[in-house]
């Protein structure tokens, strides 16, 4: 299953964002475009894109180190069979409002955070539209935007290695009971924020990650906001393979992943089925995949292990999707040490 993933940015050191990419999906870093100030929003046009082979969905993110917009949204046009789509515009994240754009076309869609192409595009344009500020022209010294795209394809062979991570352990069935059901993304990137150093309280995040137009607080470039308003950078990636998610945390960067089953479909889950929930993966070591669950009762119980091949199945099979954090700081390349 070949994914792209197109990273344009300003402020980065180029070397921290290389690092943080599996290489098997890599097409390189741009530049940022220059912002353009339009009365009191930020317009922001990314360079065309092209997909090594078509891609049917796309998932666009933003990581604003700091302080970031009060909200944003993107919008996106995908070329197929000789034209151009309309553009189509996605969710807005965070506290604004934009003139209202459109949703749905013939041949290109958005569901909340995911754009679907039919035909896929072998051409993306994609447009990130801002909140001003009080100065009313920036988006912060440093800022980078990705965008995931990807077709169904075959799976790559199995990692080898191993690796294991220690991640704080919290449980969403302990936050308050108006909430512990909903807050599974909020969660995990609480649980990602900790293992970089930052003590962030679940309630304070989802309580951030909420998007009251759609009432949710899963929505999948929330919580790249979230974390990147605390100075940790990340993206969204629709993994192609179980490799590239063993490279992630081979390299000190556990992955938050988005899964859904049925009954009897994962092994010793913590909910029986979900049409949708998110859990960190921590490791992995031969058949087995080390994850923080948080659907677990209790913080105690929420480190577990799963088996891989079910694993594989219930979210790179599905949907596929995964947010990826990494520290912000220029550090010496993993890799040389291993």
């Not at 909200?71 to 189509?88: M, N």
């Not at 009313?136 to 199995?158: E, F, I, Q, T, V």
């Not at 393979?241 to 010793?268: F, H, K, N, Q």
């Amino acid at each position: 299953m070949p994914t792209d993933l197109f990273l344009a940015a300003s402020g980065w050191p180029t070397d921290v964002l290389a690092r943080a990419v599996p290489p098997s999906c890599d097409r390189g870093i741009v530049s940022a475009p220059a912002v353009v100030a339009e009365a009191d929003q930020l317009l922001v046009t990314f360079p065309e894109w092209r997909p090594r082979v078509p891609a049917h969905r796309m998932v666009p993110a933003l990581s604003a180190l700091g302080a970031s917009p009060r909200g944003f949204r993107f919008e996106l046009s995908a070329f197929a069979a000789g034209a151009w789509s309309p553009w189509i515009t996605g969710a807005t994240i965070g506290r604004a409002r934009f003139v209202e754009g459109v949703a749905r076309s013939e041949t290109l869609v958005c569901e909340i955070d995911e754009f679907i192409a039919n035909p896929p595009a072998e051409r993306i344009r994609l447009v990130l539209r801002a909140s001003a500020d009080a100065a009313g022209s920036s988006l912060g010294a440093r800022w980078c935007a990705s965008l995931s795209a990807w077709s169904p394809g075959s799976d790559a062979p199995l990692a080898a290695r191993g690796a294991r991570l220690v991640v704080p352990a919290f449980s969403q069935m302990e936050e308050d009971a108006a909430l512990r059901h909903r807050v599974c993304s909020p969660t995990c990137v609480a649980m990602v924020l900790g293992y970089h150093g930052l003590h962030v309280a679940v309630a304070d995040l989802a309580r951030e990650m909420f998007q009251p137009e759609l009432d949710l607080y899963g929505v999948w470039p929330a919580a790249i906001r979230a974390a990147s308003r605390r100075g940790v950078g990340g993206y969204l990636l629709r993994f192609p393979d179980w490799a590239a998610a063993a490279w992630c945390l081979e390299r000190d960067m556990p992955v938050i992943a988005s899964v859904r089953y049925g009954a009897g479909e994962l092994t010793g889950a913590a909910i029986g089925e979900t049409s949708g929930h998110l859990l960190v993966l921590t490791g992995y070591d031969g058949g087995s995949v080390f994850v923080n669950d948080p659907a677990a009762p209790r913080a105690s119980q929420v480190a577990r292990r799963y088996r891989l091949d079910e694993l594989r199945r219930v979210w790179l099979a599905r949907s596929g999707i995964g947010y990826v954090f990494f520290a912000a700081a220029s550090a010496p390349d993993p890799r040389a040490a291993r």
